[in-house]
């Protein structure tokens, strides 16, 4: 079963503007990772959050992480066309698997 | 090149056919994993290997056979296509604390079963 899912499955925004998009989890995680995929390619990571982190930032990504709610966000500021991709988040618990959740469609319009 | 690649890219088959995914890296990442990507959903594991000659079982094993000889490689047998497993899948390993760091993953073949 999928443990990250994310929200919304889609999201059309204009280009410039910030895009936020929100991972939920069931259980306890040892850390929470984003990944990109581009139409047709394979993913790509974004950023790693640990569970005793509750921010971090890379570029124009910034992401929180709430233990208590179980849940994550990924903010992209100033977006651009080449943002547009699906985004998904993959928990980590205390093996070596990483579960995926279905991801969020992100268009950037021109 | 340096990194980890999928192979073949793309391949069509027909249902009871055997056939096998390669995935080579360069690396020599101890962890190596399989997923499988249906339209419109994330990934999902199917076998896993922790190191050369030893491998489990993801989510979806049924109907996968995997083997790690070497570190550097890990295939993908599908020994008896079935319609439901046309899929896109991918490949991709880390090294560093196992599992729970960064994974990096292949482009992905994409496989038609008919």
């Known amino acids: 079963s999928q443990q990250g899912e994310e929200d919304p499955q889609a999201l059309s925004i204009q280009e410039g503007e910030n895009a936020t998009m929100n991972c939920s989890y069931k259980?306890?995680?040892?850390?929470l990772q984003w990944y990109r995929q581009n139409s047709g390619r394979g993913l790509v990571h974004l950023i790693l959050i640990r569970s005793n982190e509750r921010e971090k930032h890379s570029g124009r990504l910034r992401v929180t992480l709430d233990t208590s709610k179980k849940s994550s966000s990924l903010l992209i500021t100033a977006s651009r066309a080449a943002d547009t991709a699906s985004y998904f988040c993959a928990k980590a618990d205390s093996s070596y698997k990483l579960i995926f959740g279905s991801g969020t469609r992100l268009l950037v319009r021109p | 090149d340096a990194g980890i690649t999928q192979s073949p890219r793309y391949k069509i088959t027909e249902t009871g056919r055997q056939v096998t995914l390669m995935c080579h890296q360069t690396?020599?990442?101890?962890?190596m994993f399989w997923y499988r990507q249906d339209l419109g959903h994330g990934l999902r594991l199917i076998y896993y290997?922790?190191?050369?000659?030893?491998?489990d079982k993801g989510e979806v094993p049924d109907g996968y056979v995997v083997s790690r000889s070497k570190t550097e490689n890990f295939p993908l047998t599908l020994e008896s296509a079935t319609r439901s497993q046309t899929s896109v899948y991918f490949c991709?390993?880390?090294?560093?604390?196992?599992?729970?760091?960064?994974?990096?993953f292949g482009p992905g073949t994409r496989l038609t079963v008919l």
């Open positions: 259980t306890s995680i040892n850390n």
């Open positions: 991709a390993s880390t090294g560093l604390a196992g599992g729970t760091d960064t994974q990096y």
């Open positions: 290997s922790a190191a050369a000659d030893i491998t």
């Open positions: 690396w020599s990442h101890s962890y």
